[in-house]
């Protein structure tokens, strides 16, 4: 059993998200709540997976004035939640007030630049010219270590440099997990889990190749067999 491979519960209601989490049963211990299903249900299904054991990443990717993302950050510390997302580019102010109001078991992740924007799409954001969004999304891990913050979310191929920037404590989170020859669906830039894990992920988040898998714990078997820590 690991808790290094996290499953992204990316449906519309609480009901398949919770027919899932009862399937795989005690073999996977951490579920990804991200903005669909919180939007549909609330705390409640977070809640949910806690009376379950399950250790939760709620995914919200707060930005906002410090005293508002402040006080959301305390009420997922209520929740019992153990990873929430924050977007580094809301500022060391921001940050650090996250990071104040974060309980001890509550580990607050940056998000640096979204992989969705590249160069030309973060100069524009920026107004200036940006050559390689890599090296920006390492100046904000700086900020992020900076604030107090230890983790990042980033994709497997920039957890080497994010690593180098964030030093050997952090947790560094990888989406965009695929097992040789799975379909990519909309990732542009896969990694195994092996792969992702040697680049210096602590955690991998895995959605569709087990929630899509006509046997999802088969699946989640097969990801988890390559983790550390796996048994
Ligand atoms: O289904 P799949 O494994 O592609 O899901 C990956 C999960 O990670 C989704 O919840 C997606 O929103 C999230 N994610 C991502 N890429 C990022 C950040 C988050 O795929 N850069």
Redesign the pocket.
Known sequence: MSDRVIV?L?FPSAEPALVLADRLGPACTFY?V?LELYTAEGAAVVRALRRRGKHVFL?LKLHDIPNTVARATARAGELGVRFLTVHAAGGAAMLEAAAAASPGGLRLLAVTV??SLDAPGLGAVFGRRVEDAGLEAERLARLVRGAGLGGV?C?AGEAGRIRAVMGPGAAIVT???RAPGEPR?D?RRVRTPAEAFRAGATHI?????V?FAPDPAEAFARIAAGAPGAS
């Open positions: 992204a990316d990804k991200g995914d979204l992989t979310v994709a989406p965009g997990i669906h990732q988040v895995v959605g569709r190749p929630t």
